[in-house]
């Protein structure tokens, strides 16, 4: 098998793995409040970062003062507030709702990038986001019978993704960029600091933990975020970014067909509509990067 197909099979496993943390939230919300989830996630994966930077033999960075306030706010946005939003979101809408919004990350990161860095956008850019916000508002109209889907979540979720969107774009204003594993591990470490308060007060909260939901924060803490995180940069060393972003597109797919198969969640038309705007988009994106 040639590298590039071994990337492309890396890629396409770790963006599986995205999709599936939207069912590991979905089923965490059901038994923890979503700090303590949160904290606990860290707490869980921290020390397989850790060893594997040891076994890498990456070093720890010594950021400035002002790029470590960076990491700062990048870790309370796109580590913990990504992560309680999505739970919270999900606590009140379908998993195959959030899949296809989570979906739309690569085309709300260059929307903040157009409007907050000013970056000049090319036509096939503004495509992407046009096609994906045309895809939230066919989730965010749809009318459905029962309480599963829910205006105020579809918010927490496109929150979340927000949240995520302003991870990328603090990103780009490190003035010393750092190593992938070295920055996942420092996110995760600060994460956990920050959980922490908020996951404490919720203590009256931990008596319904429900062993389901405890199950899921370890799967979410080991599976995508540490095995993830192997297969994607493992992916990215073999192919180019523009191809490698490109793959993105499997995670919204692979959230709607694991709310299917393992919550028994129905399509529903406007779902569909939906993932189809946000496919498009992420593709349109992908070829306008290449």
């Not at 070295?182 to 203590?203: F, H, K, N, Y």
Request: proline content about 5%; some cysteine; hydrophobic content about 60%.
């Amino acid at each position: 098998m040639s590298q590039k197909l071994v990337g492309y099979a890396c890629l396409t496993s770790a963006m599986i793995l995205v999709g599936s943390t939207v069912i590991a939230s979905k089923i965490i919300g059901g038994g923890l409040p979503p700090f303590a989830a949160a904290a606990l996630r860290f707490a869980i994966a921290l020390p397989f970062l850790v060893a594997l930077m040891h076994i890498s033999g990456t070093a720890w960075p010594r950021p400035s003062l002002r790029d470590g306030l960076l990491l700062l706010v990048q870790s309370a946005a796109g580590s913990v507030g990504y992560t309680a939003l999505l739970i919270s979101g999900l606590r009140l809408t379908s998993a195959a709702d959030a899949g296809v919004i989570v979906g739309t990350l690569p085309v709300v990161s260059a929307m903040i990038s157009v409007l907050i860095l000013g970056e000049r956008p090319r036509p096939m850019v503004l495509v992407a986001i046009g096609l994906a916000a045309a895809g939230v508002f066919a989730i965010a109209v749809q009318s459905r019978d029962g309480a599963a889907s829910s205006l105020l979540g579809n918010s927490l979720i496109f929150a979340a993704v927000l949240c995520e969107g302003l991870f990328i774009l603090l990103n780009k204003r490190l003035k010393v960029p750092i190593p992938p594993l070295a920055q996942s591990t420092l996110m995760t470490g600060i994460g956990l600091i920050v959980a922490l308060l908020p996951a404490l007060l919720e203590i009256p909260s931990l008596a319904d933990v429900t062993t389901s939901s405890l199950a899921a924060v370890v799967y979410y803490a080991l599976v995508p975020t540490v095995g993830g995180y192997l297969l994607w940069y493992g992916g990215l060393a073999r192919v180019s970014g523009a191809e490698a972003s490109l793959f993105t597109a499997v995670a919204p797919v692979s959230a709607v067909l694991l709310a299917v198969i393992l919550l028994g969640e129905a399509v529903s038309a406007s779902q569909m509509i939906g993932i189809a705007c946000v496919l498009i988009a992420v593709a349109s994106l992908g070829l306008a990067r290449k």
